[in-house]
């Protein structure tokens, strides 16, 4: 099973650069450039933490189909807060104040998902399509519809900022990316997360905590999509309810093609990335040839729907593979 895992990455390596290079000869005076490699490395890390949610809600066998409305609801209270500030005095506990009530927000909705999930018993799916309407609507009730813009000069760092020659976004990305590679793969929690995934009766079994392990785990992907507020909120300098609202889609797809498991068990970081990256070529291509937003929504469905097929006879054909090496191995016995 490793085995192929590996193989599934490498294949996706190619595939990345193959389409970086298609793109390239394509279009070698508009992609090749600076100043578009600077907006793609400025847009990876808002859908990119949502991806990293979605991956780790999958990984347990779930969904979690509110991240991008919990990414509007802490943009909206922390604008908010970020609004009142007068002017004078220090603007950094302003700053400060705005993302603590972003994290522990986010904190606190992905707890009721986690709730619902493991206590209540209400399917992950229906779970958070409720509470995808519940914070969108929230949102939408305390705006009344209307959008937050200017906010202090030093909080649009955050978003637009640089450290050497790599943009602030771009670095709280790869600092998220590397926590979660060592919650999942050094950490109880992490191996916790991928039993519940693969037989949630068998974890169960084996002493743990399953309804523990889905309250940690949706909290972490509401935190996901707290810090994705704060970078989206000081990238655009405003926030509207609805926006965003093609994440959701992208978050699944770069989930699925970076190689985890729908039905739970598996998911890797690095695939993870991989699929970003194409994605992100694919979405920069599309917006240097003019592709209206409703055909970029239909190439994201469809490539959804071929991903999962592919997946499913891949897992389809190993599994297979493994029932006969097994019976050959019980026939060499006798």
């Known amino acids: 099973m490793l085995a192929g895992k590996r193989m599934n990455l490498i294949a996706l390596a190619i595939i990345m650069f193959l389409v970086i290079a298609a793109i390239s000869i394509s279009l070698p005076s508009k992609f090749l450039t600076l100043i578009n490699f600077q907006s793609m490395t400025s847009q990876i890390p808002e859908f990119g933490l949502l991806s990293i949610a979605m ?38 506990s302003v700053i400060f104040f705005a993302i603590l009530v972003a994290l522990v927000l986010s904190a606190f909705c992905g707890l009721i998902n986690g709730f619902l999930i493991a206590h209540v018993g209400v399917p992950a799916i229906l779970a958070t399509l409720g509470t995808m309407g519940l914070y969108l609507g929230t949102a939408i009730i305390i705006t009344e519809g209307h959008g937050i813009h200017t906010f202090p000069e030093k909080f649009l760092f955050i978003g637009s900022g640089t450290i050497g020659i790599l943009p602030m976004p771009l670095i709280i990305f790869i600092g998220a990316t590397i926590i979660i590679a060592i919650i999942l793969r050094k950490t109880p929690l992490g191996m916790s997360m991928f039993m519940v995934g693969s037989n949630p009766i068998a974890s169960r079994f084996s002493g743990i905590n399953n309804s523990s392990v889905l309250m940690q785990t949706y909290i972490i992907t509401g935190l ?32 699925v093609l970076g190689g985890t498991d729908v039905s739970g068990g598996y998911g890797s970081i690095l695939g993870l990335v991989l699929g970003l990256i194409i994605l ?55």
């Open 55 to 92: 991956m780790i809600a999958l990984i347990t066998g779930g969904i979690d189909l509110s991240v991008v409305s919990i990414t509007n609801l802490t943009g909206v209270v922390s604008a908010l807060i970020l609004k009142t500030y007068p002017g004078e005095g220090s603007v950094f």
């Open 224 to 255: 996901l999509a707290g810090v994705s507020s704060i970078i989206m909120i000081s990238r655009v300098n405003s926030i509207r309810p609805g926006y965003g609202y093609a994440y959701l889609l992208q978050a699944i797809l770069v989930a």
């Open 280 to 334: 992100q070529s694919l979405q920069s291509g599309f917006n240097i040839l003019n592709f209206s937003p409703f055909f970029r929504k239909f190439i994201w469905g469809l490539m959804l729907l071929i991903v999962m097929v592919i997946n499913y006879y891949i897992n389809r054909y190993q599994s297979s593979a493994r029932k006969s090496r097994k019976k050959v191995h019980i026939l060499s016995e006798e």
